[in-house]
């Protein structure tokens, strides 16, 4: 009976749950662009050569080989930029928007999307402080939202914490390297 | 045969019903999150698994932007739940072990029941194969063609008709057959 026992707690521990919708996009969009009233994508199709050196950088490549920036403008003023950015993990999905003022420093993170199982560790960790950490980071720096965590909240949320840090790194590397440095 | 479910022990044919109902009612969620993430018609699950990837065009030469308006509506708009290859390596990976691990346990029950030999391996072959019919749909799906959609859909319909048949000639057989009663 020993190894049914096994078995079945090893596919309770593997089973990937359902996505949930933890913050809607378009609500995601108005708390990292506000006062925005007009919205533009920014569809960065790479090449081999620029998607191969993203992928050095973060070990990351979009899907599909595009890079989707949104812009937000209130007139004709710039509100700041934003991306969506999936992390998969052995747990499933999560997704990452992260919103850059016009300064290109980051103006605030929200975890959208994840699993069912994965849901109360993000949410353990937001409420532990962690989307503060990323706030005023610029490309080049590091995020180190894990890190700040250990030792403040659960295991679990620290390690989803170190997920949304993979996000927004890629995030960070994508903005400065092809948000404003690829002509139209 | 000395294991024969119509004259187990009641502890033994109470164990495999309740085995029976648990896996019941996993399925009935499973095929809400089917019809929640992939859907019932080949359409849907062609759009899942192929996705974008069936007419992704080469990478450009050089990096191009396109810029277009977008609307809060845009942003709204529901996404197609799609299946990319990383996903689906770590959807096999993960669901491929728990299929095989529930074909095992029901291809048990099955070696308990009354039944022809031919009926027996037809069941347990049914039971194994309706999962690499479901996942070998998709990567085909992925790969292939769109249209090998269908096979997954049969792979799933296997899944649920392979268990219905066990989970009802079982429970007819422990339960209600004159020899199932006496036991």
């Known amino acids: 009976m020993n190894w049914i026992v096994r078995a079945a707690a090893i596919i309770a521990l593997l089973h990937i749950t359902p996505a949930v919708v933890l913050v809607k996009r378009p609500e995601a969009v108005q708390a990292l662009l506000p006062g925005a009233d007009a919205y533009f994508a920014r569809e960065v199709h790479l090449s081999d050569v620029d998607a191969h050196r993203l992928h050095e950088v973060v070990d990351w490549s979009p899907e599909d080989g595009v890079l989707a920036f949104y812009t937000g403008k209130a007139g004709s003023t710039i509100v700041g930029a934003l991306e969506f950015v999936r992390v998969d993990t052995p747990h499933g999905p999560i997704e990452v928007a992260v919103g850059f003022s016009p300064d290109g420093r980051i103006r605030g993170v929200i975890v959208t999307k994840a699993t069912v199982e994965m849901k109360p560790w993000v949410l353990e960790a937001v409420a532990g402080g962690l989307t503060d950490r990323y706030r005023d980071l610029k490309p080049g720096d590091t995020p180190a939202g894990a890190a700040a965590l250990a030792g403040r909240t659960g295991n679990l949320a620290v390690y989803i914490a170190g997920e949304v840090d993979k996000g927004v790194a890629r995030a960070l590397a994508a903005y400065g390297t092809f948000y404003n440095h690829v002509r139209t | ?183």
């Open chain 2, 1 to 183: 045969m000395l294991y024969d479910l119509r004259r187990a022990d009641a502890r033994i044919k109470w164990l495999v019903t309740c085995l029976l109902a648990t896996l019941g009612l996993s399925y009935i969620f499973g095929a809400l999150m089917v019809s929640l993430y992939a859907g019932f018609t080949p359409a849907r699950v062609a759009a899942t698994y192929a996705g974008p990837e069936m007419s992704m065009p080469m990478p450009p030469e050089s990096t191009v932007v396109v810029n277009r308006p977008m609307t809060m509506a845009d942003f709204a708009q529901p996404e197609v739940h799609t299946v990319d290859t990383n996903l689906l390596i770590q959807d096999t990976h993960v669901h491929v072990p728990m299929y095989g691990v529930i074909a095992a346990a029901l291809g048990v029950v099955v070696l308990g029941l009354s039944l022809r030999r031919r009926w027996a391996l037809g069941l347990i072959t049914l039971l194994f194969a309706a999962p690499w019919l479901d996942f070998g749909g998709m990567w085909l799906t992925k790969f292939l063609s769109p249209r090998l959609a269908i096979l997954t859909l049969v792979g799933g319909w296997a899944m649920g008709a392979g268990y219905l048949i066990v989970a009802a000639v079982a429970v007819y057989q422990m339960w209600w057959s004159p020899k199932g009663v006496a036991s």
